[in-house]
């Protein structure tokens, strides 16, 4: 009796066809165990294909001028004009000045459930930003517990961070991306636990330095690669630190044409140093990049530790048993959401829903349970479409709604099926897939994204009044003085890139004491276009099966070629020299 049981549960994997780029991929025996225990089908989109379906709906960095509806108040708000949603001021839409129930609506069994959802998204108010107990800071998003903050998104307990994505317990920093416990940096990427260090990429507690690849407890070095313990090192060779200080004494990063030179020696300099296959510290039986004390997990990236038994996400922490999550943690059983989490449980295609108990399709829900299709509600229990229920009349329709989706599903204008256990449909999503964190991670064309059924938003023409060409910048920091603050800077790329460039930008005071008190020369580029440059540096979150590159002797394998082989984010068309764990760890210092 017990082996029927078993057998009963057991699954074979399964390759499927995907409904959108049409593609085979494979779906696991784990994944359909997993799907069983949520009482969820099996997904119809591959897991590429379902990532930028949830990060179709992630506007991070793309903010406008709009109008609180409530009060007439000018704000900022991720939602463009154009989109003609209703919204309001953060504080009010926490306030009890409104009740997100009175826009409730009865289950309508002759239409799909996705278009009664569309309608109701074009009817309650939403918040104009993603911040959640924040302070000082208006021009930020999806940003929590962050204070005086400047264009700083997806911050988690930051103070003072500008021009800044994905920082956690970070502090008087510039320009980073998805660092960690850091104070004191500028122009970091995917690091941890730094302190006056930086253009620096994949290496964790260090002090005073500069231009670090992979490192690990370094002070006062400049431009290595792959060192551990190491003090008063330049290109990888040790110096006393006298010399070190004569040596270091001549890269002047306060002149813009030196900093460039030497970023141009650093990259020959690191081209010829092996590379890790990936960043994993800490963890066992996980694939993916940039993780941190997690376990039992595929395809996980951006990880900041405890992560177990989950697959197909991005920038979490704290999280357990979850499938399919971009943002978020401190949570359990999620599937298929974006921005989730905290002390939550079994909380379903959700959008910027936090602390909920078995939900299924929201939006912008909070510290509730039992809901099935609503957005905006707060401490509510046992809700459809914004309405009301008993707990018994929820647990006798909730039901009746899934099967209702799988017999009158929603199909979109390319024929794709959604049926219960689909996330939302694309064209459901207020944004522009060139509006998106999609578009970051999932580079496509206009034609591309369009083929694909997402919205494009075309360029807007701006009429800056341009008060200092770049080329007319002062070469070295020494020689501005204050009356930059606050001026039009043309942006070297002029809007001739595909990095969102805004075509120009102005230096803050705060900023511009930052570049002078550490010497560094004023930026060419725009925020947007920084924050491209900064993506390119980091791998995509992708992984291609490949064998080590080492043919060196002397290492466990021998006289002959290694032949490990690993999950890896480096494409095997990359130029980088890409290492299994053992023989990288017999090449660094």
């Known amino acids: 009796m017990l082996w029927r049981r078993l057998k009963k549960t057991m699954h074979q994997e399964e390759t499927k066809n995907c409904q959108n780029c049409k593609k085979n991929f494979v779906i696991e025996s784990e994944d359909f165990n997993f799907y069983e225990k949520i009482k969820v089908p ?39 004009p154009e989109t003609k949603l209703v919204m ?85 920093s510039i320009d980073l991306y998805t660092v960690m416990k850091s104070e004191k940096c500028y122009e970091n990427v995917t690091c941890t636990g730094l302190y006056q260090t930086h253009f620096s990429y994949d290496s964790d507690d260090s002090i005073d330095s500069a231009f670090l690849t992979c490192c690990i407890n370094l002070q006062n070095c400049l431009g290595c690669i792959n060192l551990r313990h190491k003090s008063y090192c330049i290109f990888n060779k040790q110096y006393s630190k006298a010399d070190y200080e004569n040596e270091r004494a001549k890269y002047d990063f306060g002149s813009y044409q030196a900093l460039e030179n030497f970023k141009e020696k650093y990259n020959d300099f690191i081209k010829t140093e092996p590379r890790r296959f990936a960043s994993i510290l800490k963890s066992t039986n996980v694939t993916g990049d940039n993780i941190i004390n997690s376990k039992n997990s595929k395809n996980i990236f951006d990880v900041y530790g405890d992560v177990e038994d989950s697959k197909y996400v991005a920038h979490v922490m704290d999280l357990k048993d979850s499938y399919d999550l971009y943002g978020g943690g401190i949570a359990s059983l999620l599937y ?30 909070y510290g509730s349970e039992y809901l099935f299709g609503c957005i905006g509600l707060r401490n509510q229990n046992h809700c459809i479409l914004n309405k009301k229920y008993s707990k018994e009349e929820y647990e006798k329709l909730m039901p ?9 599903p929603y199909v979109d204008s390319l024929g794709r099926i959604y049926r219960y256990g689909e996330f939302f449909p694309t064209d459901l999503s207020p944004f522009a897939y060139n509006e998106t964190i999609a578009g970051e991670y999932y580079t496509l064309n206009k034609k591309e994204a369009k083929g694909y059924g997402f919205k494009w938003k075309e360029k807007e023409e701006r009429d800056y009044k341009i008060e200092i060409k770049t080329e007319n910048l002062p070469d070295h920091i020494k020689e501005v003085d204050e009356s930059i603050i606050g001026k039009i800077i043309g942006c070297l790329h002029k809007g001739e890139c595909e990095e969102q460039c805004t075509e120009a930008f102005k230096i803050l005071d705060s900023e511009f004491q930052f570049y002078k008190k550490n010497n560094f020369a004023l930026p060419r ?52 020299i890409i290492y299994c764990e053992k023989c990288y760890q017999q090449e660094v210092y």
């Open 525 to 576: 580029l725009c925020p947007n276009c920084r924050h491209f440059q900064r993506l390119k540096k980091r791998n995509p979150i992708k992984l291609w099966h490949r064998s080590c590159m080492c043919e060196k002797q002397g290492h466990f394998h021998g006289q002959e070629k290694c032949e490990v082989q690993f999950e890896t984010s480096y494409a095997p068309d990359r130029p980088e």
């Open 336 to 365: 298929e959401g974006v921005d989730e989490g905290v002390d939550a449980f079994k909380q379903f295609f959700g959008l910027l829903t936090h602390s909920c108990l078995e939900t299924n399709y929201t939006y912008m829900c």
């Open 400 to 408: 009746k709604m899934i099967e209702h989706m799988n017999t009158v």
């Open 88 to 172: 309001y001021d953060h504080d009010i839409w926490w306030s009890d000045k409104w009740d997100p129930l009175t826009y409730g609506q009865d289950y309508d069994f002759s239409r799909p459930f996705f278009e009664q959802y569309k309608e109701l998204l074009q009817r309650v108010p939403l918040m104009n930003l993603g911040n959640i107990n924040c302070l000082q800071g208006e021009y930020g998003n999806h940003n929590t517990d962050c204070k005086k903050f400047y264009l700083a998104y997806a911050c988690y307990g930051s103070e003072n961070i500008s021009y800044s994505q994905g920082t956690v317990g970070v502090k008087d």
């Open 42 to 80: 099996a997904p119809t989109w591959c897991p590429e294909c379902r990532a930028m379906r949830r990060l179709i709906w992630r506007n991070e960095r793309s903010l406008y001028h709009n109008t609180c509806a409530f009060s007439g108040k000018n704000l900022i708000s991720m939602f463009s």
